[in-house]
C-alpha cells in the first residue's frame, strides 16, 4: 500500500541544508588540503618520514574511530547541539594548527579535528532525515550532500597549494574559522534540534568500538606501508578480538551503542556492503591515479590536482540525477547500473599506458559518477531503514563503512601495484646497492633516485607501475562487477522513491514491498 505523502520543505529547511553543506564540504576539502602542503610544512616544522606520516593519517583515522560513538551521542544529546560543539572545537582545533609550532603539536591538532570531524558527518546527515520528511526531497537533499563532500576533496588539493603558495602552509587550516562562525550563528535559527529520551551511552561499548575500529584501520594503513607483518596481524587480532565483545555487548544491553537489530533488515545491510565494495574500488584507484599522474605523466601536484577536478563533476550529476531516476525506478536497479556503468572506466584504467592522461581522466569520471549514485541512494537506503531515534547511529555507521572502505582500498590496491611493480621491475640493469633498494622498492623510490639511474632505468619503472595499475583496475572491476549483481539482486525489491513512506516507518520496510527474503 502507497503511504501518504510527506509534507514537503520550504525555503527554511533549503536554507538550513545549505548551512549543513558548508561543514560538509569543509570535512572533505580538509581530508585532501595537505596533499599540496606538505613540503612547505615540512620546510618549517622539519618531521621525520614517521610524523609526516601521522600528519597526513591520524586525521582520518579518528574520523572513523569515534563516527559510531559520536552518531549514537548525537541521538541522545542532540544532533543540532552535537553539530554546534563539533563546529566550535573544529575551528579551534584549525587554529591550534595552522599556529603549530611543531610536528607534535600538529599531529595533536590533526587528532582533535578527527575527533570534532566525526561529530559533523552523522550529525549533518541525520539532521537531514529530520528535515525533509518528503522522499524525493529528502534523496534530492541527500545527493547534494554527497556530492558536496566529494566536491570538497577535489577542491582540497588545489585551494591548499594555493594558499600555502599566496600566504604560509597554516592558511590551509584557517578556511575553517570562518566557517564554523556562520555555522555557529546560523545553526540555532535553521537548524531543528532532535533527540531521544535514551540515557547516557554505555562507555564500555564506546572503548570496545574504538578497540574495534582503530586496530583494524591503523592494520590496514600499515599494510598498505609495510606489507604483512607481526604488528599488522597482532592488531588484526586486538581489533577483531574488540569486535567480537562489541557485538555481544550490543546484543545484551537494553539500550545499545548500536543497535544491531538494524542488521535484520536484507536492504540495510546489503546497501552498506555495497557501499563498501564501491568505496574500495574508488579509494584504492584514486590514489593509484594521482601517483599516476605526478610520477608517470610528470604533472605537478598542482597540474594533478586539476586533471582530477574535472571528473569530480561526474559526481554531481550521479549525486543529483539519481535520486531524480529513482522516483521512478527502483534505487537498486540505479544503483547496480551505475556500477556496471563504471566497469566502463575500470576498463579504460586497465588499459591505459604511460601517456594515458585523457583514459585516466575519462575512466576515473565513471568511477565519480557510480560513486555519486550509490553514495546518494545506498545512504538514503542505510538511514532510512533505522527507526527516526537511530538515524544518527545509522548515518555515523554508514559513514564509517565508506571511510573503512577506502582505506582497504588503498592497502588491497595499492598492495597488488606494487607486488606487480616489483615483480615487472626484475629485469632492471645492474645498479649500485644505494640506488637498487629504492628503486626495487616503489616508482617514487626510483623517481627520488632519477639523477643516478642509467637512460631508459626510469621508464621502465614507470612502465612497471602502470602495469600494477593495470592489474589493481582489473581486480577492482571484478569485485564492482560482483557487487552490481549483489546489488540488483537484493535491492531491486526496494520500491522507487516516489512511493514514499510515512514519517513514522522506516524507508526499507515501508518500500520493499513485501519480498524482503
Request: hydrophobic share 55%; charged share 10%; proline share 6%.
Amino acid at each position: 500500500m502507497r503511504a501518504e505523502p510527506s509534507s514537503h520543505a520550504g525555503w527554511r529547511e533549503w536554507a538550513g541544508f545549505a548551512v549543513l553543506a558548508l561543514p560538509t564540504m569543509l570535512l572533505g576539502l580538509d581530508v585532501t588540503a595537505l596533499y599540496l602542503v606538505v613540503p612547505s610544512l615540512a620546510a618549517d616544522l622539519r618531521p621525520t618520514a614517521t610524523e609526516t606520516l601521522w600528519i597526513m593519517d591520524t586525521y582520518g583515522f579518528l574520523i572513523a574511530g569515534f563516527l559510531i560513538t559520536m552518531g549514537t551521542l548525537g541521538d541522545r544529546i542532540g544532533r543540532r547541539r552535537l553539530l554546534m560543539i563539533g563546529m566550535a572545537a573544529f575551528g579551534a582545533a584549525s587554529i591550534l594548527a595552522a599556529f603549530a609550532p611543531s610536528a607534535l603539536w600538529l599531529i595533536t591538532a590533526r587528532a582533535l579535528l578527527g575527533v570534532a570531524g566525526a561529530t559533523l558527518m552523522p550529525s549533518t546527515l541525520s539532521l537531514i532525515f529530520n528535515m525533509f520528511t518528503d522522499a524525493r526531497q529528502r534523496a534530492l537533499a541527500i545527493g547534494a550532500w554527497a556530492t558536496m563532500f566529494a566536491l570538497g576533496m577535489a577542491a582540497g588539493p588545489v585551494v591548499g597549494g594555493a594558499l600555502a603558495a599566496g600566504f604560509w602552509w597554516g592558511a590551509a587550516f584557517l578556511i575553517a574559522v570562518p566557517v564554523s562562525v556562520f555555522v555557529l550563528a546560523a545553526a540555532p535559527s535553521l537548524l531543528p534540534e532532535f533527540r531521544t529520551d535514551a540515557g547516557r551511552p554505555d562507555l564500555l561499548s564506546v572503548g570496545l568500538s574504538l578497540a574495534a575500529i582503530l586496530p583494524i584501520i591503523y592494520a590496514i594503513k600499515h599494510v598498505a606501508a609495510h606489507g604483512i607483518d607481526v604488528q599488522a596481524s597482532a592488531t588484526v587480532l586486538l581489533g577483531g578480538g574488540s569486535a567480537v565483545a562489541f557485538v555481544r555487548r550490543q546484543l545484551r544491553l537494553k539500550e545499545p551503542l548500536l543497535d544491531m537489530r538494524l542488521f535484520t533488515s536484507r536492504a540495510f545491510s546489503a546497501a552498506l556492503t555495497v557501499l563498501l565494495i564501491g568505496l574500495v574500488g574508488f579509494g584504492g584507484m584514486m590514489f593509484l591515479i594521482t601517483q599516476h599522474l605526478q610520477l608517470v605523466e610528470g604533472l605537478s601536484p598542482t597540474a594533478a590536482g586539476l586533471w582530477t577536478g574535472p571528473p569530480a563533476l561526474a559526481m554531481l550529476i550521479g549525486g543529483i540525477g539519481a535520486p531524480l531516476i529513482a522516483t521512478r525506478i527502483p534505487p537498486g536497479v540505479v544503483m547496480a547500473s551505475a556500477l556496471a556503468l563504471s566497469l566502463i572506466g575500470y576498463a579504460a584504467l586497465a588499459f591505459t599506458g604511460t601517456d594515458g592522461k585523457p583514459s585516466v581522466v575519462a575512466g576515473f569520471a565513471f568511477l565519480y559518477l557510480s560513486l555519486g549514485v550509490i553514495a546518494a541512494l545506498g545512504t538514503d537506503i542505510v538511514v532510512g531503514a533505522a527507526p527516526p531515534e537511530r538515524s544518527g547511529s545509522a548515518a555515523a555507521l554508514s559513514e564509517t563503512v565508506q571511510e573503512l572502505g577506502v582505506a582497504v582500498g588503498v592497502a588491497l590496491l595499492g598492495s597488488l601495484t606494487t607486488a606487480t611493480y616489483r615483480t615487472a621491475i626484475e629485469a632492471r640493469p645492474a645498479l649500485p646497492r644505494s640506488v637498487a633498494e629504492p628503486y626495487d622498492d616503489s616508482l617514487s623510490g626510483a623517481t627520488s633516485v632519477a639523477d643516478q639511474l642509467p637512460a631508459g632505468a626510469l621508464r621502465h619503472a614507470q612502465e612497471a607501475f602502470t602495469s600494477g595499475l593495470n592489474t589493481a583496475a582489473i581486480a577492482a572491476g571484478i569485485a564492482i562487477a560482483g557487487a552490481s549483481v549483489v546489488c540488483f539482486r537484493t535491492l531491486r525489491h526496494v520500491r522507487p522513491i516516489a512511493d514514499a513512506p510515512t514519517e513514522a516507518e522506516p524507508i526499507a520496510s515501508a518500500r520493499v514491498g513485501g519480498d524482503d527474503r
